[in-house]
């Protein structure tokens, strides 16, 4: 069983910088793919960011791109997504997920693909 816990959320005035940290307990941190997502009440969740096992493979959401990277250190099993140059609609849940794999360097868009996730952290920006 994998147990992710995201930290980092809070308010914050459009135009500044969060960096949110997803810490998972899990023996072998190296054999999981992350992503990030996040959630509006009353919306689909939605796909943020996403890391390869390596950090060799990265992939953003158009909405963040240029503005939010994605980093992991398996040494410490964490991933963290810094966020810069916030803005109102960035506000939501945003919860961490992790995909065992076995192979590949991929980094995954697809919430289905997910095996784990995190109970999730609010982000709110104001304008």
């Known amino acids: 069983q994998v147990q992710l816990v995201e930290s980092g959320g809070g308010l914050v005035q459009a135009g500044g910088s969060l960096r949110l940290s997803c810490a998972a307990s899990?023996?072998?941190?190296?054999?999981?793919?992350m992503g990030w997502f996040r959630q509006v009440p009353g919306k689909e969740r939605e796909f943020v960011a996403a890391?390869?096992?390596?950090?060799?493979?990265?992939y953003y959401a158009d909405s963040v791109k240029g503005r939010f990277t994605i980093s992991r250190d398996n040494a410490k099993n964490t991933v963290d997504l810094q966020m810069n140059s916030l803005r109102p609609d960035d506000t939501a849940v945003y919860y961490c997920?992790?995909?065992?794999?076995?192979?590949?360097?991929?980094?995954?868009?697809?919430?289905?693909?997910?095996?784990?996730w995190g109970q999730g952290t609010q982000v709110t920006v104001s304008s």
């Open positions: 997920a992790a995909r065992f794999v076995y192979s590949g360097t991929y980094a995954y868009s697809d919430s289905y693909r997910y095996d784990y």
């Open positions: 899990v023996r072998t941190f190296s054999n999981y793919a």
């Open positions: 890391i390869s096992w390596s950090g060799g493979s990265k």
